[in-house]
């Protein structure tokens, strides 16, 4: 005889868990009628998972009602000061009900209850009539329903990470029975239904007193045995509050539904109005799924399309020509590093008619080569950048760019990051292609497939790119995203892939000497921690360096981990002003990581033409900053003398040739500046005056002719970049060492002096809430899910995202122009100078010493203006008229440059 298994589903919190799962990509998630589906898509992959996994014979979908129920009948304020359901979920609520009846799922709602209360009422009519009971949910509250008959599933992360609650779990997990989780309840409250309980208990004292004394009415027939008097003193104040929520708590298993489970029996999907329905919500990976029995429960199968393809040789080449004005073309390589990947092949084709070769002579052929150098030829590709320095590598000038999928998919959401055709097609609804790791393997299982899998692999990618250009671009249209797009970051692009290509020279010898330096004063620090422990030990390793330190040499346990000892750097630091060993480990540990990471790194990154060809992430960051790898030389330490000595081995690549160094100064700053309007420090950056010299004239309330001394000035700096981070009192305490409180009066004394700043705080994070993003000055957004999250922390660091984004990002986009422009007028100029690297704020440039003082005119006067010349920043919306500021030096090498 089948088992029989009722499955209940909490349809409102599941939904919430769907639409937050997939708030990120929430604009890839929309039918062809405009409604946004990604709760409905959410839900409906849970339910694959849920079905596939549980296979019940009966199934129920429970939902609230409405906002009044029997709760708020007793406690006005249950639930009261939730934030406003968004929108794009509302209007989605009826669609995830249509889905369910579609998938053949009963679902109700009762008036003046809520879906727990259904769900209790229906999981306990079960047990009674012998069903095993499934209760998925992401709401612990339902955690109380589980029972030796019934698991509650709860969602812990988007809506397939599934944490089963049973009785034995529940005892193992807290030390109570279910039962008591309502007594749990009553003492402690809870935020999210906005319910007291008692002044002060939490989570751990709410356990303690209800395992030893059973129950709420337990504790209070017990109350006089309550030692610590400031807890009973609360406990006395709050009685009635501590029942009331208690009670609040206590879901209603005998509420009176009017279902029976005879109505409830799940008979699959119906067909054809899931179909239908799917056709409507524009969900192609579902509409895919075949249709055999085992696909009764909803298991998605993609179909790959069928594709057709000519392989190019010698002798039909001259078919190229008839693609027309517009191709895509993809340069197939299996490494990251383009500058040095293996290149497999080439696609190119016009959506209808596909060529593949694996022969690279091919593309030097007049006839491919003139398509892809004539720039009147529009091409979409994915990564502009892997596509020009592969080509360069075949002696082919790229050009004519119209549709890179990479770019403009990372600039609908820079949440969404990944550099593989593959998983971004799928982000954007389109589920005709495998990503490469599902092609070729990952490491050990690596493989190249056979040419005509590799080719129909190459020519997908070539049909996804084509075909999700039109959706992709009127997307960037409806962001106001488009000249972001066509201004800055596709000829950006264009610029990086000169300056990768051109590379920086690195004095080999002096990397050697170097080293030579490093490995004989890590030998001594060796030595001396040897001679202070009095054994030899693998410094290196933390938990021999713990049990070495803590153990035998008995210095104050600061942290421990679950593995051991924490010998973390700020661990450390706070031993070593009364330990000598410590400082000796920290100068040991800082030149071995210079060794590791930069000496021998950058060793290994030189090319055959004694260079080192750094790679710039474009799509990386959520700000829109640059990142480098291969090597990475934006993070070369610059903080102590070894660190900043790493730059030595940075040199032209010509003799009488110098570095050329133009950083913006306090950008940042300028930016939120200009952005929040306030006066005082607009009034301090276009006098001139120095920003932190004028911040610690105003906090610390000094005369106009005060003396700034160094500790002030380095106090008020730290003030004024911690407010842009959105710093605590805390945070600026521990960053100065002052104490919290005049941390706090500081950060107020900031505020009241820059008010413009505080108001700009404040709409940034108001804005967040309402929108769910931020924008810098050219309309990049950055998307904060967290801003509606119930827990504190991460609402604050969603906040503290709100308000530091724009000026990051607006700062990003400023260097961004800045780049662009002075790329063209090296042109104009007819300069030999060259652009090298952009770390962060500066930007590095390499040229002959006959050209330095041209240059130290010409940058600064690009880089200064760039707000008023570049079209795309002179047409923001805010009125940035604070000054920029660029300091500009040459040197023999990059540690020379003079700052």
């Not at 004239?697 to 002719?705: A, W």
Request: include cysteine.
């Amino acid at each position: 005889m089948t088992e029989k298994k009722l499955l209940l589903i909490d349809g409102n919190s599941l939904t919430y868990k769907a639409f937050f799962a997939l708030y990120t990509s929430m604009d890839r998630f929309t039918s062809p009628d405009g409604l946004h589906t990604s709760a409905v898509y959410g839900f409906n992959r849970m339910l694959n998972d849920i079905l596939a996994d549980i296979k019940p014979t009966t199934v129920l979908a429970a939902f609230d009602a409405g906002k009044k129920t029997f709760r708020t009948k007793m406690y006005s304020d249950y639930k009261a000061g939730r934030a406003k359901m968004p929108d794009e979920l509302r209007e989605q609520f009826p669609y995830v009900m249509d889905l369910l009846k579609a998938r053949g799922i009963k679902t109700y709602e009762l008036k003046d209850y809520e879906a727990d209360d259904i769900i209790g009422t229906t999981a306990k009519i079960a047990e009674k009539e012998g069903y095993h009971v499934d209760i998925i949910t992401g709401d612990r509250d339902l955690t109380q329903l589980c029972s030796e008959k019934t698991t509650v599933k709860v969602s812990k992360k988007g809506v397939s990470d599934l944490e089963d609650y049973t009785p034995t779990y529940v005892k193992k997990n807290m030390g109570i029975n279910p039962e008591q989780i309502i007594d749990i309840k009553g003492l402690q409250g809870d935020t999210s239904d906005n319910y007291p309980g008692v002044e002060k208990v939490g989570p751990k004292t709410a356990i303690k007193l209800i395992k030893q004394y059973g129950t709420v009415q337990g504790l209070y027939d017990h109350i006089d045995e309550i030692t610590a008097k400031k807890l009973k003193e609360h406990l006395v104040n709050d009685e009635k509050q501590a029942f009331l929520s208690k009670k609040l708590a206590t879901i209603d298993t005998n509420a009176p539904i009017d279902i029976k489970l005879a109505d409830l029996i799940y008979k699959g999907p119906q067909e054809p109005e899931l179909s239908d329905f799917y056709k409507k919500m524009g969900f192609k990976s579902f509409l895919n799924s075949s249709n055999n029995a085992d696909n009764q429960l909803g298991t998605s199968k993609i179909e790959l399309p069928e594709v057709e393809f000519t392989e190019l040789s010698k002798e039909n080449l001259d078919e190229v020509n008839s693609l027309g004005n517009e191709i895509t073309f993809n340069l197939e390589t299996i490494n990251p590093n383009y500058h040095t990947a293996e290149q497999l092949g080439f696609v190119i084709g016009n959506g209808k008619k596909w060529f593949v070769s694996r022969d690279m002579s091919l593309l030097s052929d007049k006839r491919i080569k003139q398509i892809l150098e004539n720039s009147e030829i529009n091409k979409n590709i994915f990564d502009t950048k892997a596509q020009i320095v592969g080509l360069h590598r075949n002696e082919i000038g790229f050009q004519g760019v119209d549709f890179d999928m990479l770019l403009v998919s990372y600039l609908i959401n820079t949440l969404n990051n990944e550099d593989d055709i593959g998983e971004v097609a799928n982000r954007h609804g389109y589920f005709g292609v495998l990503s490469d790791e599902e092609v070729y393997g990952k490491g050990k299982s690596f493989q190249i497939p056979d040419n005509h899998e590799l080719f129909e692999h190459m020519v997908r990618k070539a049909l996804a790119i084509s075909t999700l250009k039109k959706q992709m671009l009127e997307k960037l249209k409806e962001h106001q995203q488009a000249d972001l797009y066509r201004d800055l970051e596709l000829p950006l692009a264009r610029v990086l892939s000169a300056m990768e290509i051109q590379g920086i020279s690195v004095n080999q010898d002096k990397l050697e000497e170097l080293k030579s330096k490093f490995t004989e004063r890590v030998s001594e620090y060796k030595q001396k921690i040897y001679q202070e422990a009095g054994e030899e030990f693998n410094i290196g390793s933390p938990k021999q360096l713990g049990i070495v330190l803590f153990e035998k040499m008995g210095l104050p346990v600061i942290k421990k981990t679950k593995t051991g000892y924490s010998t973390a750097v700020d661990v450390l630091e706070q031993l070593a002003p009364d330990h000598p060993i410590i400082e000796n480990i920290l100068n040991y540990r800082q030149l071995t990581k210079l060794i590791s990471t930069y000496l021998d790194g950058i060793k290994a990154d030189i090319t055959d033409d004694g260079k080192v060809h750094t790679r710039y992430l474009q799509t990386l960051t959520q700000t829109g900053r640059l990142s480098s790898v291969d090597p990475n030389l934006q993070n070369i330490p610059v903080r102590t003398e070894e660190g900043r000595k790493v730059r030595e081995t940075f040199v032209p690549s010509h003799k009488g040739w110098k570095l050329f160094s133009s950083d913006y100064s306090q950008i940042e700053l300028r930016v939120l500046a200009a952005i929040s309007g306030d006066k005082n420090m607009r009034e301090a950056f276009e006098s001139g005056e120095d920003i932190h010299a004028a911040t610690a004239r105003r906090i610390f309330e000094l005369d106009k002719d005060a003396v700034i001394t160094p500790t002030l000035r380095r106090q008020a700096k730290a003030v004024n970049f911690g407010i842009v981070y959105g710093i605590s009192s805390f945070g600026l305490a521990h960053n100065t060492g002052i104490s919290n409180g005049d941390a706090k009066r500081f950060i107020d004394k900031y505020f009241n002096e820059y008010p413009g700043v505080k108001q700009y705080m404040e709409d940034s994070v108001k804005f967040a809430k309402e929108h769910g993003y931020v924008e810098t000055i050219s309309h990049r957004r950055r998307y904060i899910p967290e801003i509606q999250s119930k827990r504190f922390q991460q609402r604050q660091f969603a906040e503290r995202i709100a308000m530091n984004s724009p000026i990051q990002g607006s700062a990003a986009d400023i260097i961004k122009a800045a780049m662009i422009k002075m790329q063209s007028v090296l042109k104009e100029k007819g300069l030999q100078a060259k652009m090298l690297l952009q770390i962060h704020d500066e930007l590095i440039f390499e040229a002959p010493e006959t050209e330095i003082p041209v240059l130290e005119k010409l940058v600064p006067q690009v880089m200064d203006s760039i707000m008023k010349t570049d079209k795309l920043l002179s047409n923001s919306t805010v009125d940035f008229n604070v000054p920029l500021k660029v300091e500009s030096h040459p040197g023999s090498d990059w540690y020379n440059i003079k700052k």
